[in-house]
């Protein structure tokens, strides 16, 4: 177990310097409670969280919280099962996250020629926020084979050139 450097940054501060939404703070509070998190450090993309049990650290980034070990982890951290996700990197290592909820905003609305006279309904047409389309997954290429170099075992990219370049 390590201990916290005297000069460590708060969750608060890192939050802060980091520029995470004000919405999400009490979860990531959470998580940090439960994953037992004991020293941040501010990165460029994300908030490095070292952990009391020496686990690999979380990244506390502006969408959510990665590098749960399982699934149960993550769950067990947020208590929000719909908001978990898992991805597998290169290496064939699975990286277990958590989704920040969204927040519900108030719906932009634009009003059209209105009629103020007696009698009249207003008409309000509700405008979608700028940029809001349904994203669609895209489906991920499936991994090549290439091969292995005989020389220094590493395996080939798709032009056939490994780490000995032989």
Not at 38 to 61: N, Q, W
């Amino acid at each position: 177990m390590s201990v916290p450097d005297r000069d460590a940054m708060t969750l608060d501060l890192a939050l802060s310097t980091f520029e995470v939404e004000p919405d999400h703070w009490e979860l990531v509070q959470q998580v940090a409670r439960r994953a037992g998190l004991i020293s941040f450090e501010v990165k460029a993309s994300y908030i490095k969280a070292e952990r009391v049990d020496g686990m690999h650290p979380l990244h506390i980034t502006r969408r959510g919280i990665e590098w749960f070990s399982s699934q149960a982890e993550a769950l067990s951290a947020c208590g929000l099962p719909e908001q978990v996700w898992s991805k597998t990197n290169r290496a064939g290592t699975v990286n277990w996250g958590v989704h920040f909820p969204k927040a519900a905003r108030p719906m932009r609305e634009e009003s059209s020629a209105v009629d103020d006279s007696p009698g009249t309904v207003a008409t309000v047409t509700p405008q979608r926020a700028q940029g809001a389309r349904r994203a669609v997954p895209a489906a991920r290429p499936e991994p090549r084979d290439h091969g292995v170099c005989e020389v220094c075992w590493q395996a080939r990219t798709a032009s056939a050139v490994c780490g000995c370049s032989e």
